[in-house]
C-alpha cells in the first residue's frame, strides 16, 4: 500500500508540487507587488524580448512562461517574447530530470534556452505575430475578443478565488508546503539519508507524511476549483493582494499536484502490475523524434512529465527527449489560448520546428 499508492503521493507533492508552489508565488507576488514596473524595461527595450522570454521560460516549472502570457495580450511584448519562452519552457517536467540528476537538468536547460532565444529572435526578424494589428488598434489594456472568451471565466474566477470551501484548504497548502520545502530539498538532491532523518524523528518519515498530507490538501483545492487552472484570465495573472496572490498559488500548484499525482499513480500501478517500466518502448531514430515532438504539441504538463518520466527509466533516447522538451509548452499554453486563440494554435506549431530540427540533429551528433 505504501509503495503502490502513498508514496508515488508523496513524490508528486514533494518532487514537483513545492517547487511549483515556491515558483508560482514568487511571479506572483512581482506581479502583484510591482505590476507593470516589473516589465517597464522590456517594454522600452524591446530587442531585448526574446532574450528576457527564453530567461523566464528556461526557469524550472511553468511560473515563468505563463507571466508573458497576459502581457503579450496586452501588446506590451513581441510574439518572438513568448515563442521564445515556450521554446526554452519544459514546464513542470523541469522538476523531474531535477530531482533525477540536477547536473543533466542543467545541461538540457542551457539547450533550451539556446533554442528559446533564436526561435525566438528569428520569429520576431521575420515579423510573425498574428495580433500585432489588433495590439496597435487596441486602446484600452484588455485584447479584442477578450469580453466573449473571458466574460463567464473572470466571474468564474472571482467565485473560485473568493469561494469560502477554498480558504482554509489553501492555508493548510501553504502551512504544509513551508516544512515540505525544507525536507524535500536535501532529500530530494541526496544532502541527507532519508532512513537517517526518518530515525532522528522516532520512526517518522517527514518525506512521506508531508508529502501524503501536501497531496491530499492539493486534492481538496483541486476539487474546489472544478479542476481548472486559475491562471487563464488577465484578472487572475494580476492579482490584486497578496491573500489573493497566495491563494491563487495555492490553486495552481494543486492543479499541476494532482496531475502529477496521476501521473505518478497510473505508472506505478502499471510497472507494479505488468512489469513494464518503458525501457521496452522503441522510440528512437527519426521516428521517436517526431513522437516526442508531437506529443509536446498537447497543452499542459501531465502528458509531458509521464513522457520525461520514461526517459528517466530508461525507456527513451536523449533525442526524444530533447524534441519534447522544446515542443511541449507546459501550463503556459492555456492562459495562452483563453486570451488569443490564433496566437496560442500558431504558437506550439512554430515551437514544434525547432524541436524536431534540434532532435534530428542530435541523432546525427550522438
Given at each position: 500500500?505504501t509503495?503502490?499508492?502513498?508514496?508515488?503521493?508523496?513524490?508528486?507533492?514533494?518532487?514537483?508540487?513545492?517547487?511549483?508552489?515556491?515558483?508560482?508565488?514568487?511571479?506572483g507576488?512581482?506581479?502583484?507587488?510591482?505590476?507593470?514596473?516589473?516589465t517597464?524595461?522590456?517594454?522600452?527595450r524591446?530587442?531585448?524580448?526574446?532574450?528576457?522570454?527564453?530567461?523566464?521560460?528556461?526557469?524550472?516549472?511553468c511560473?515563468?512562461?505563463?507571466?508573458?502570457?497576459?502581457?503579450?495580450?496586452?501588446?506590451?511584448v513581441s510574439?518572438?517574447t513568448?515563442?521564445?519562452?515556450?521554446?526554452?519552457?519544459?514546464?513542470?517536467?523541469s522538476w523531474?530530470?531535477?530531482?533525477?540528476?540536477?547536473?543533466?537538468a542543467l545541461?538540457i536547460?542551457?539547450?533550451?534556452?539556446?533554442?528559446?532565444?533564436?526561435?525566438?529572435?528569428?520569429?520576431d526578424?521575420?515579423?510573425?505575430d498574428?495580433?500585432?494589428?489588433?495590439?496597435?488598434?487596441?486602446?484600452?489594456?484588455?485584447?479584442v475578443?477578450?469580453?466573449?472568451?473571458g466574460?463567464?471565466?473572470?466571474?468564474g474566477s472571482r467565485?473560485?478565488?473568493?469561494?469560502?470551501?477554498?480558504?482554509?484548504?489553501?492555508?493548510?497548502?501553504?502551512?504544509?508546503t513551508?516544512?515540505?520545502?525544507?525536507?524535500?530539498v536535501?532529500?530530494?538532491?541526496?544532502?541527507?539519508?532519508?532512513?537517517?532523518?526518518?530515525?532522528?524523528?522516532?520512526?517518522?518519515?517527514?518525506?512521506?507524511?508531508?508529502?501524503?498530507?501536501?497531496a491530499?490538501?492539493?486534492?481538496?483545492?483541486?476539487?474546489?476549483?472544478?479542476g481548472?487552472?486559475?491562471?487563464?484570465?488577465?484578472?487572475?495573472?494580476?492579482?490584486?493582494?497578496l491573500?489573493q496572490?497566495?491563494?491563487?498559488?495555492?490553486h495552481e500548484?494543486?492543479?499541476?499536484?494532482?496531475?502529477?499525482?496521476?501521473?505518478?499513480?497510473?505508472?506505478?500501478?502499471?510497472?507494479?502490475?505488468t512489469?513494464?517500466?518503458?525501457?521496452?518502448?522503441?522510440?528512437t531514430?527519426?521516428?521517436?523524434?517526431?513522437?516526442?515532438?508531437?506529443?509536446?504539441l498537447?497543452p499542459g504538463c501531465?502528458?509531458?512529465?509521464?513522457?520525461?518520466?520514461l526517459?528517466?527509466?530508461?525507456?527513451?533516447?536523449?533525442p526524444t527527449?530533447v524534441?519534447?522538451?522544446?515542443?511541449?509548452?507546459?501550463?503556459?499554453l492555456?492562459?495562452l489560448?483563453?486570451?488569443?486563440?490564433?496566437?496560442?494554435?500558431?504558437?506550439?506549431?512554430?515551437?514544434?520546428?525547432p524541436?524536431?530540427?534540434v532532435g534530428a540533429a542530435?541523432?546525427?551528433?550522438?
Amino acid at each position: 500500500m505504501t509503495e503502490l499508492v502513498l508514496r508515488p503521493l508523496a513524490d508528486a507533492f514533494m518532487q514537483v508540487g513545492v517547487y511549483v508552489a515556491v515558483m508560482v508565488a514568487l511571479f506572483g507576488w512581482l506581479r502583484w507587488r510591482y505590476g507593470d514596473r516589473v516589465t517597464d524595461g522590456l517594454t522600452n527595450r524591446p530587442r531585448l524580448g526574446p532574450l528576457v522570454g527564453a530567461l523566464l521560460g528556461v526557469s524550472p516549472g511553468c511560473g515563468g512562461a505563463i507571466v508573458l502570457m497576459p502581457l503579450y495580450a496586452r501588446g506590451k511584448v513581441s510574439f518572438g517574447t513568448v515563442i521564445a519562452a515556450l521554446a526554452a519552457t519544459m514546464g513542470d517536467s523541469s522538476w523531474v530530470v531535477l530531482a533525477w540528476n540536477p547536473l543533466f537538468a542543467l545541461q538540457i536547460h542551457a539547450l533550451l534556452f539556446a533554442v528559446g532565444l533564436v526561435t525566438g529572435y528569428v520569429v520576431d526578424a521575420l515579423g510573425i505575430d498574428p495580433a500585432r494589428a489588433a495590439d496597435r488598434r487596441a486602446a484600452s489594456p484588455a485584447p479584442v475578443g477578450l469580453a466573449a472568451v473571458g466574460g463567464p471565466d473572470l466571474a468564474g474566477s472571482r467565485r473560485l478565488l473568493g469561494g469560502l470551501p477554498r480558504v482554509p484548504a489553501s492555508t493548510a497548502f501553504w502551512g504544509l508546503t513551508t516544512p515540505a520545502f525544507a525536507v524535500s530539498v536535501p532529500v530530494v538532491f541526496q544532502m541527507v539519508d532519508p532512513a537517517a532523518l526518518t530515525r532522528s524523528l522516532g520512526g517518522v518519515d517527514p518525506y512521506l507524511a508531508l508529502g501524503v498530507l501536501g497531496a491530499l490538501t492539493a486534492a481538496l483545492i483541486f476539487a474546489a476549483g472544478r479542476g481548472r487552472l486559475a491562471d487563464d484570465t488577465l484578472e487572475t495573472a494580476q492579482p490584486r493582494s497578496l491573500r489573493q496572490t497566495l491563494r491563487h498559488s495555492a490553486h495552481e500548484a494543486s492543479f499541476v499536484t494532482v496531475w502529477v499525482a496521476v501521473a505518478y499513480l497510473g505508472w506505478q500501478v502499471v510497472t507494479t502490475t505488468t512489469g513494464f517500466d518503458g525501457s521496452q518502448l522503441a522510440l528512437t531514430g527519426l521516428a521517436g523524434v517526431l513522437v516526442g515532438a508531437g506529443i509536446g504539441l498537447i497543452p499542459g504538463c501531465a502528458v509531458q512529465i509521464v513522457f520525461t518520466g520514461l526517459y528517466v527509466s530508461g525507456g527513451l533516447p536523449l533525442p526524444t527527449l530533447v524534441a519534447n522538451a522544446i515542443s511541449q509548452d507546459g501550463d503556459a499554453l492555456i492562459p495562452l489560448a483563453a486570451l488569443r486563440r490564433h496566437s496560442a494554435a500558431l504558437a506550439t506549431v512554430i515551437t514544434t520546428v525547432p524541436a524536431a530540427a534540434v532532435g534530428a540533429a542530435l541523432l546525427v551528433l550522438l
